[in-house]
């Protein structure tokens, strides 16, 4: 009998950065500050707070390069958290990353694309949505933004079908396109549009009622969801060429350079835009373009970034399905999901399930998911961090120098921050905090009544 299809050792450093890049850049920086600039009012905590969540993503990627080194495994946060708290944990972990850490992201990412091309096409904008329903801080809405979106999803499907090898040469020209329309968005923006750096010190009207150190500190959960992605190379540790090289380069050379975009990103689009203009726009560079370039020069931007977003979508169904195999493979995860094509060499079935979850959750409304995704996101990779605190004991373990600078200062950098926004959620969002709440619980149920006995500790 001839053993089954396993994954191959295929990806190098470009590839794997590319896979870091295009899963941090993308819905975040893309739609984030329109909200942002609302609920915050003030230019310098708008700036202030993607420099924390740089520092956060920055020592998150250093602790996870000391965990991938030592554990070069595909999978992530699963491999993680099994190896730090056992089995049942480590399957929510995976249980969570298939709602909140690829499907809802990939969904956010779609709807962004839609709203970005309803630029040149206002009906398939969220806003023109034709049905809405709401009850409390919960909304759905359907429209053309979610027929778009279902449809870029749709596509990118099933195109990872057929290959890694195949996908990872579309995302690299794709991500190679996204960085360099950043780049001349930011140059052009600087040098040529028609901004005033007088917009840094005007504040606005705030539109939250929070006390703006607990809005501060709720609004980091879109800045986790914007800088989530830095992780990514972790998930296809497996497909790595000599992972114990390539995978920290990648996690660090690409938190870098996206931190550094990031930062001028949001200087650009406060000196093209007043924070009172940008109040609750999601496609936030469509808005600055047009105030920098004028409407024509805007619509060619709104179309390169939408492109970018077409990036991110690709990059997250890329990666996703590596996760459920991993899980899989070592009976921890539904079997069907280990089921490699023997020729594709991909793991189809969690690449058609991901797609089909990712379409049914672009009917959620977009804040609901940005909030739903950074509340587990943030619980599940401080879980993972925290880990560092146990296996740094082990013999053998190899301690990277950036981590052991100052111990524990790296890591704790990472999990305070974490434990802040779980409690913050829990007062201020209660609804999505019940919602997180019942995605785990139903991850402990599937885990007890249908894993617990078959996984490989």
Known sequence: ??????????????????????????????????????????????????????????????????????????????VYLTRAYGPTLGFMSGWVSFFAGFSAPIAAAALAFSDYLGFFFPAVKQQNAWF????????????????????????????????????????????????????????????????????LAESTTRTSTAPIAAQFAISLFWIYVGYSGWNAATYVAEELKKPERTLPLALTIGTLLVATLYLLFNVVFIYATPLSEMKGVLAIGSLTAKALFGERTAGV????????????????????????????????????????????????????????????????????????????????????????????????WQKLPVVSFAYPLVPLLFVIPGIVLVIVGLQFQPVISALVGLTLASGALVYHFHIRGRAIE
């Open 132 to 199: 809405r329903w709401s009850a409390g801080e919960i909304g759905f809405q359907f429209g053309g933004a979610q027929l778009l979106a279902c449809a870029l999803i749709l596509a990118f499907t099933i195109l990872n079908l057929f290959g890694v090898e195949f996908i990872a040469r579309i995302q690299n020209a794709l991500t190679s396109a996204k960085i360099l329309i950043m780049i001349a968005f930011i140059g052009m923006g600087l040098f040529i549009g028609q901004g005033h750096w007088s917009h």
């Open 301 to 396: 931007f709104s179309a390169l970034l939408a492109l970018s977003l077409m990036s991110t979508v690709n990059a997250m169904v890329t990666i996703g399905p590596r996760l459920y195999y991993a899980m899989a493979k070592n009976g921890a995860f539904l079997p069907v999901a280990a089921k490699v094509h023997p020729e594709w060499r991909t793991p189809v079935p969690a690449i058609l399930c991901q797609g089909a979850c990712a379409m049914l959750m672009t009917l959620i409304n977009f804040g609901n998911l940005m909030t739903y995704i950074g509340y587990l996101l943030s619980l599940f990779a401080t879980l993972a961090v925290a880990g560092l605190f146990k296996f740094r004991h082990r013999p053998g």
């Open 1 to 78: 009998m001839s053993p089954a299809p396993a994954l191959l050792r295929r990806l190098g450093l470009f590839s794997a950065t590319a896979l870091v890049i295009s899963n941090m850049v993308g819905t975040g920086i893309f739609t984030s500050t329109g909200f942002l600039a609302g609920d915050l009012g003030d230019p310098a905590l708008v700036l202030i707070i993607w420099g924390v969540g740089a520092v956060v993503a920055l020592v998150g990627a250093f602790c996870y390069s000391e965990l991938g080194v030592n554990f070069p495994a595909s999978g992530g946060e699963y």
